[in-house]
Protein backbone atom coordinates (compact mmCIF):
# COMPACT_ATOMS: atom_id res chain seq x y z
CA UNK A 1 0.00 0.00 0.00
CA UNK A 2 1.33 3.60 -0.84
CA UNK A 3 -0.46 6.58 0.31
CA UNK A 4 -0.14 9.55 -1.39
CA UNK A 5 -0.82 13.37 -0.07
CA UNK A 6 -0.97 16.45 -2.57
CA UNK A 7 -0.55 19.83 -1.29
CA UNK A 8 0.34 23.12 -2.75
CA UNK A 9 -2.21 23.98 -5.40
CA UNK A 10 -4.10 27.63 -5.53
CA UNK A 11 -4.81 30.15 -7.19
CA UNK A 12 -2.22 32.26 -9.73
CA UNK A 13 -1.97 34.23 -12.66
CA UNK A 14 -0.46 33.61 -16.06
CA UNK A 15 3.19 33.84 -16.05
CA UNK A 16 3.47 32.64 -12.65
CA UNK A 17 5.01 29.79 -10.77
CA UNK A 18 3.48 27.12 -8.21
CA UNK A 19 5.00 24.05 -6.31
CA UNK A 20 2.84 20.96 -5.74
CA UNK A 21 4.65 18.68 -3.27
CA UNK A 22 3.37 15.16 -2.70
CA UNK A 23 4.04 13.08 0.31
CA UNK A 24 4.28 9.56 0.06
CA UNK A 25 4.38 6.70 2.49
CA UNK A 26 3.51 2.60 3.10
CA UNK A 27 5.57 1.01 0.90
CA UNK A 28 9.16 1.23 0.50
CA UNK A 29 8.92 -0.15 -2.90
CA UNK A 30 12.18 1.19 -5.22
CA UNK A 31 11.10 -0.09 -8.13
CA UNK A 32 7.86 2.49 -8.14
CA UNK A 33 7.56 5.40 -10.63
CA UNK A 34 5.46 8.27 -9.59
CA UNK A 35 4.00 10.95 -11.84
CA UNK A 36 1.90 14.11 -11.86
CA UNK A 37 -1.22 13.80 -13.94
CA UNK A 38 -4.13 16.79 -14.21
CA UNK A 39 -7.73 16.36 -15.56
CA UNK A 40 -9.54 19.63 -16.11
CA UNK A 41 -13.04 20.52 -16.18
CA UNK A 42 -14.59 18.41 -18.76
CA UNK A 43 -11.54 16.74 -19.73
CA UNK A 44 -9.51 13.41 -19.87
CA UNK A 45 -7.22 12.94 -17.47
CA UNK A 46 -3.34 13.99 -18.72
CA UNK A 47 -0.21 12.66 -17.80
CA UNK A 48 1.69 15.92 -17.45
CA UNK A 49 5.71 14.48 -15.74
CA UNK A 50 6.91 11.40 -14.49
CA UNK A 51 10.04 9.99 -12.75
CA UNK A 52 11.15 6.33 -12.71
CA UNK A 53 13.22 4.69 -10.15
CA UNK A 54 16.53 5.64 -11.96
CA UNK A 55 15.48 9.10 -11.84
CA UNK A 56 15.04 9.53 -15.38
CA UNK A 57 11.80 12.09 -15.97
CA UNK A 58 9.57 12.39 -18.48
CA UNK A 59 7.05 15.51 -19.84
CA UNK A 60 4.42 15.99 -21.74
CA UNK A 61 4.89 18.40 -24.67
CA UNK A 62 2.41 20.71 -23.54
CA UNK A 63 4.18 21.30 -20.00
CA UNK A 64 7.71 20.14 -21.25
CA UNK A 65 10.11 23.52 -20.44
CA UNK A 66 8.08 25.24 -18.07
CA UNK A 67 7.31 22.37 -15.74
CA UNK A 68 10.11 20.42 -13.39
CA UNK A 69 9.86 16.57 -11.44
CA UNK A 70 11.82 16.36 -8.90
CA UNK A 71 12.21 14.22 -5.62
CA UNK A 72 13.90 14.46 -2.19
CA UNK A 73 14.20 10.71 -1.28
CA UNK A 74 15.24 11.92 2.22
CA UNK A 75 11.35 13.07 2.58
CA UNK A 76 9.92 10.68 0.46
CA UNK A 77 8.18 13.88 -1.06
CA UNK A 78 7.74 14.26 -4.82
CA UNK A 79 7.87 17.81 -6.18
CA UNK A 80 5.94 19.53 -9.52
CA UNK A 81 8.05 22.83 -10.28
CA UNK A 82 5.19 24.84 -12.32
CA UNK A 83 6.68 27.94 -14.32
CA UNK A 84 5.27 30.17 -16.46
CA UNK A 85 1.83 29.46 -15.79
CA UNK A 86 -0.85 29.54 -18.74
CA UNK A 87 -4.15 29.36 -18.16
CA UNK A 88 -5.14 25.79 -19.79
CA UNK A 89 -2.62 25.08 -16.68
CA UNK A 90 -5.43 25.39 -14.83
CA UNK A 91 -7.02 21.80 -13.32
CA UNK A 92 -6.82 19.04 -10.56
CA UNK A 93 -3.50 17.67 -10.59
CA UNK A 94 -3.04 14.40 -8.86
CA UNK A 95 0.37 12.92 -7.64
CA UNK A 96 0.38 8.59 -8.80
CA UNK A 97 3.09 6.01 -7.87
CA UNK A 98 2.94 2.65 -9.95
CA UNK A 99 5.14 -0.39 -9.95
CA UNK A 100 7.77 -0.31 -12.36
CA UNK A 101 9.21 -1.19 -15.33
CA UNK A 102 7.15 1.14 -17.56
CA UNK A 103 7.97 1.33 -21.22
CA UNK A 104 8.62 5.29 -22.08
CA UNK A 105 5.42 4.83 -24.36
CA UNK A 106 3.05 4.34 -21.17
CA UNK A 107 5.12 6.10 -18.85
CA UNK A 108 2.49 9.29 -18.63
CA UNK A 109 -0.36 6.79 -18.83
CA UNK A 110 -3.00 6.76 -15.72
CA UNK A 111 -3.00 3.25 -16.48
CA UNK A 112 0.21 2.35 -15.34
CA UNK A 113 -0.78 3.87 -11.96
CA UNK A 114 -2.39 2.23 -9.22
CA UNK A 115 -2.08 4.51 -6.11
CA UNK A 116 -3.16 8.03 -6.69
CA UNK A 117 -3.30 10.92 -3.97
CA UNK A 118 -7.18 13.04 -3.59
CA UNK A 119 -5.69 15.85 -5.50
CA UNK A 120 -4.97 19.45 -5.20
CA UNK A 121 -6.48 22.55 -7.79
CA UNK A 122 -4.56 24.37 -9.69
CA UNK A 123 -6.10 27.88 -11.06
CA UNK A 124 -4.45 29.84 -13.31
CA UNK A 125 -5.71 32.92 -14.55
CA UNK A 126 -5.08 35.28 -17.43
Known amino acids: QVQLVESGGGSGQAGGSLRLSCAAS????????MGWFRQGSGKESEGVAA???????YYADSVKGRFTISKDNTKNTLYLQMNSLKPEDTAMYYC????????????????????WGQGTQVTVSS
Open 26 to 33: GSTDSSRY
Open 51 to 57: MAYSGMT
Open 96 to 115: ASGRGPISSGWVLSPTSYNY
